[in-house]
């Protein structure tokens, strides 16, 4: 099966931009989705496809995609955004199968 | 819009098969436009998807998993169901139950997820 490779962590100071960045052979072929996860809930989808946000989903959360590379961004960082943060997408190696990024730790200092 | 739950026993002994299901409110689970699927996530670790099912029954497995996972749907009582079989310790984590969309990409997007529930393996 493929891998998604995400930075462990990623610090941002507060009201800056960041980027979270998740590498992998299959997003040369499949859109990436990206998830928020925040201490004792479920993940939240925060971006997909090319760059899409889910109702709700602040605008300052955006997506882009470059040849085996997917980020998000987060321009503009609150401190509510400090989470862990999840990239995943379809994988190349299986009919339907799914692969997840192994998460990044924002921290909004 | 649709809402998922999970439900299910909170420990399992070692070598026993973990079961559990997840209820869908809010819309079909016979609609050919979701694939309903398990995730999970060791404590302190990542999510890992074990696997997914289309209403037509039709299933698709973790290979790490897939000598031990059975997905099935029941769609007269809008659930479909996970069962782990074998487990041990390295089987503890949150389990959550979540949706996607059918399409290329798609079917790797959840959204939304259920709130998860804690399965330990212990005897």
């Known amino acids: 099966s493929s891998e998604l490779t995400q930075d462990p962590a990623v610090s941002v100071a507060l009201g800056q931009t960041v980027r979270i960045t998740c590498l992998g052979d299959?997003?040369?072929?499949?859109?990436a989705g990206w998830y928020q996860q925040k201490p004792g809930q479920a993940p939240v989808l925060v971006i997909y496809?090319?760059?899409n946000r889910p109702s709700g989903i602040p605008d300052r959360f955006s997506g882009s995609s470059s040849g085996d590379t997917a980020s998000l961004t987060i321009t503009g960082a609150q401190a509510e955004d400090e989470a862990d943060y999840y990239c995943?997408?379809?994988?190349?190696?299986?009919?339907?199968?799914?692969?997840f990024g192994g998460g990044t730790k924002l921290t909004v200092l | 819009q649709l809402q998922l739950q999970e439900s299910g026993p909170g420990l399992v002994k070692p070598s026993e098969t973990l079961s559990l299901t997840c209820t869908v409110s809010g819309g079909s689970i016979s609609s050919s436009s979701y694939y309903w699927g398990w995730i999970r996530q060791p404590p302190r670790k990542g999510l890992e998807w074990i696997g997914s099912i289309y209403y037509s029954g039709s299933t698709y497995y973790n290979p790490s998993l897939k000598s031990r996972v059975t997905i099935s749907v029941d769609t007269s009582k809008s659930l479909f169901s996970l069962k782990l079989s074998s487990v041990t310790a390295a089987d503890t984590a949150v389990y959550y139950c979540?949706?996607?969309?059918?399409?290329?990409?798609?079917?790797?997007?959840?959204?939304?997820w259920g709130q998860g529930t804690l399965v330990t393996v212990s005897s």
């Open positions: 995943n997408s379809r994988d190349i190696s299986g009919d339907h199968l799914v692969v």
């Open positions: 496809g090319k760059n």
């Open positions: 979540a949706v996607s969309v059918a399409g290329s990409s798609e079917v790797a997007w959840f959204d939304p």
């Open positions: 299959s997003l040369r072929t499949y859109y």
